[in-house]
């Protein structure tokens, strides 16, 4: 069985840069699509990043775009999310998922991690 684990969370100061990465466990998986979104407490999940199996077509929210960069090494099976000029908003709840369509929806992501926290403080 599948499993997608993210790590590289943590708490760091506004303007800082984070990494995040995703690694799937498990047997070979590749799928089309892999992103991140991200929940605040209190408020719905959020979609901010998806990369295509290729790499070559990525995807963000107007929220990240400019600050986040999504990348893929498919012979490792993992995704990382560079994270920087991160601002207190940024703070959440990270998570990785894997879904078959470039989406920003979550309904189209059907393998999800734990999650990882990031907090910005300002």
């Known amino acids: 069985q599948v499993q997608l684990v993210e790590s590289g969370g943590g708490l760091v100061q506004a303007g800082a840069s984070l990494r995040l990465s995703c690694a799937a466990s498990?047997?070979?998986?590749?799928?089309?699509?892999m992103g991140w979104f991200r929940q605040a407490p209190g408020k719905e999940r959020e979609f901010v990043a998806a990369?295509?199996?290729?790499?070559?077509?990525?995807y963000y929210s107007e929220s990240v775009k400019g600050r986040f960069t999504i990348s893929r090494n498919n012979a490792k099976n993992t995704v990382d999310l560079q994270m920087t000029s991160l601002k207190p908003e940024d703070t959440a709840v990270y998570y990785c998922?894997?879904?078959?369509?470039?989406?920003?929806?979550?309904?189209?992501?059907?393998?999800w991690g734990q999650g990882t926290q990031v907090t910005v403080s300002s």
């Open positions: 998922a894997a879904g078959t369509y470039l989406s920003s929806s979550h309904s189209d992501y059907g393998l």
């Open positions: 990369a295509i199996r290729s790499g070559g077509t990525t």
């Open positions: 498990g047997r070979t998986f590749s799928p089309y699509t």
